[in-house]
């Protein structure tokens, strides 16, 4: 109480910072005798002074603060009304009688502040002197935000009064129907759609979005009926409540006449420029659809950016779809139209079945669309094709080889002929693309060769591996260890002796497959462990991670001095896995490596080993000053003590 006695005094010095910090004080005090001096400061010219005041009013509350900062609401300047009305929005159902006699003040303004303020009140209570304003209050603008209030409050308490006010005023039931909305009782309904007919058209605009947004279904009946006397514009709006309540799938269980009917205005709505109504017209002729709606979504498909407007194509695209074949995408694809004929294409990729040939109506517009069409929508279709297509659709495929030249074309026909249909038949023909001038293109050839896999292929990579072409040599000993090791160990050895690095190391990858089979590998790739390339060293010490033998041991050891900085994380890993004591004395060493990641790596690989010597190395760690390095030691001894569980 004292203290709440210096800060009044303290409220009236002449001293700007003193009054503004006295002012913070005494809300963090809860000094209930300072809310009238703090409700007097609003007023002053001073930002802070005016800060301090409005936090400590909000900290403070009650029904002191409500009844001290009500007065001000009636205050001539503006700044000062508005940040009364924030202190009551939020303190102000703390005296909520306080406020509601105002609601019946002779000045309208002060009648909207306080309906305005009873809106964030969050009570029950509020409604219905909020109603009553609504139907009572002779100021429209009270009436309006006796409305928005309502709807802010959001109980459903508050339908019957805003059901009855629905035939305000013009300004009113924008906000009546905004309300309803947001509270979505289902008497609402019959109000809203009894009053359509009276309604202004763009009062019955927001009625009809309403009874959308409400999706309640017993509206549909009463908006279909609607329709039928309705202009283009209102009929539109119409048309996307009716599809949003049931949903493009409903529109199936009405009669045949009125689908039919509902048909004809979907149509109509695909043309409208509302972006939201094209949408709904798009989703419901996905299941009503037929010839028109294909045309008319197919060139809103075509407008559109697959990138920019990535969720308005996908779903035109699976309108498409689910419509079906039609007689406008086979046009599509065929049009000069660029846009609209991608957008064909991939409808009809989702209409193709998994297994596509000559003989499915759809893989066959596709084919024969093939060779009249530019290359962008060429490059679409094989695409398509060779991701569905089987046996029957060889042919196809078998003439872009020999008569076609890009390289993304001849891909997808190289992948379907060589990986999917392994084909032998066509090796010929597949085999020149390895010295394709695109690699990616010789990478396709070579893994439909790999795929293949025919003794004539065998043969002619045997032949390949003896090449003064180093590609042509790399080629060969990757199809090689793919086809065979055992088989080809010979030129794999070759492999590994080769000038070129990058063949000696898809060398001694190759190696790898065939470590659960055979021991006679284990020396070849030992004997590169001193390779002069550090990519091929790696790739040993990879393998000695991968399959572990105790020979393999002491190289790994030995990697940790090698002069490439990976080549050793990598053999810190290795060793990590093997779990082998033998390596805990160099992996400490380690430790005082200037390189961060190395020693974070050699941490967890000691974590992994375990022993004495490293649980004492990683405590050391754990009462380093780089917390980085605490918290992997860390880490690492609770591994550590796991692995002893």
């Known amino acids: 109480m004292a203290q709440c006695t210096e800060y009044l005094a303290l409220l009236k010095s002449d001293d700007k910072e003193v009054v503004r910090d006295s002012a913070f004080r005494a809300g963090e005090d809860n000094c209930v005798e300072a809310v009238d001096a703090l409700a007097a400061l609003l007023t002053t010219n001073h930002l802070g002074i005016q800060e301090a005041a409005d936090s400590s009013l ?20 503006a700044p000062v009304r508005n940040l009364s009305m924030d202190i009551l929005r939020e303190v102000g159902s703390q005296d909520l009688p306080s ?35 609504l139907l009572k209050d002779p100021e429209v603008n009270v009436r309006y935000q006796a409305a928005v209030s309502l709807g802010e409050l959001g109980k459903p308490e508050a339908a019957t009064c805003l059901n009855k ?65 309705s202009h283009t514009a209102l009929r539109n709006k119409i048309v996307k409540a009716v599809v949003r309540i049931l949903g493009g799938k409903s529109l199936t269980l009405l009669s045949a006449e009125e689908r039919e009917r509902f048909r004809q205005y979907l149509l109509v709505a695909l043309e409208d420029e509302d972006v939201e109504i094209q949408d709904a017209a798009i989703n419901g002729l996905a299941y009503v659809g037929g010839e ?30 689910r419509i079906g074949m039609t007689n406008a995408l086979e046009e599509g694809v065929l049009g000069e139209d660029q846009d609209v004929a991608r957008a064909a294409v991939q409808a009809l990729a989702q209409i193709s079945p998994d297994h596509c040939d000559g003989e499915h109506q759809v893989c066959k517009v596709l084919m024969d669309a093939f060779w009249q069409v530019g290359l962008p929508i060429q490059r679409q279709i094989v695409t398509v094709a060779a991701e569905r297509g089987n046996i029957e659709a060889k042919d196809f495929f078998i003439r872009i080889l020999e008569e076609h030249r890009d390289g993304t074309v001849l891909k997808s026909a190289v992948y379907m002929l060589g990986e999917r249909l392994r084909l032998a038949e066509v090796a010929d023909r597949i085999f020149p693309l390895l010295s394709h001038q695109y690699d990616d293109v010789k990478e396709a050839a070579l893994e439909a060769c790999i795929a293949i896999d025919s003794p004539e292929i065998r043969d002619r ?22 086809v065979g090791v055992l088989e080809n160990l010979e030129h794999i050895k070759h492999g590994l002796k ?19 089979v055979s021991e006679e590998w284990k020396p070849l790739v030992i004997s ?3 390779d002069e390339s550090k990519d091929v060293r790696m790739t040993v010490v990879e393998i000695f991670g991968q399959c572990k033998a105790p020979e393999f041991l002491p190289y790994l050891i030995g990697a940790l001095d090698d002069p490439d900085d990976w ?42 080993i375990g022993g004495t010597a490293a649980f004492r190395a990683l405590l050391d760690l754990a009462d380093s000053d780089e917390y980085e390095l605490v918290s992997a030691a860390e880490n690492a001894i609770t591994a550590l003590q796991e692995s002893q569980e």
């Not at 080769?498 to 659960?516: F, G, Y």
């Open 292 to 321: 028109k709606a294909s045309e008319g979504i197919l060139r809103i498909a075509g407008g559109l950016d697959p990138d920019g407007d990535h969720e308005r194509y996908g779903a035109s695209i699976d309108a498409l779809a």
């Open 498 to 516: 080769d000038e070129i690095p990058d063949i000696r190391k898809v060398a001694v990858e190759s190696l790898v497959t065939i470590c659960d």
């Open 461 to 482: 990579f045997k032949e390949m591996a003896g090449s003064e072409d180093p590609m042509s040599r790399l080629m060969a000993v990757y199809a090689l260890g793919k």
């Open 165 to 229: 006010a629905i035939e305000d005023e013009e300004w009113v039931q924008y906000s009546v129907i905004e309300a309803l909305t947001k509270i979505g009782h289902s008497s609402s309904v019959d109000a809203m759609v009894k009053a359509l007919d009276k309604a202004s058209d763009l009062v019955a605009s927001m009625i009809i979005d309403a009874l959308g947004e409400l999706g309640n279904v017993k509206a549909v009946t009463m908006l279909l009926r609607r329709m039928e006397g």
């Open 567 to 608: 080549v050793k994380i990598r053999a810190i890993d290795a060793l990590g896995e093997y779990r082998d004591e033998q390596a805990t004395a160099r992996l400490i060493e380690l430790l005082a490596n200037p390189n961060r990641f190395m020693v974070l790596k050699v941490i967890e690989a000691l974590g992994h």
């Open 99 to 133: 406020l509601i006699e105002l609601i019946h003040d002779d000045d309208p303004d002060i009648r909207i502040f306080v309906a305005d303020i009873l809106g964030s009140s969050d009570t029950a209570l509020a409604v219905q002197p909020l109603c009553e304003a």
């Open 58 to 77: 909000r900290k403070i509350g009650g029904k002191e603060t409500v009844r001290a900062v009500l007065p001000l609401l009636r205050s001539d300047e």
């Open 528 to 530: 590169m462990i001193g």
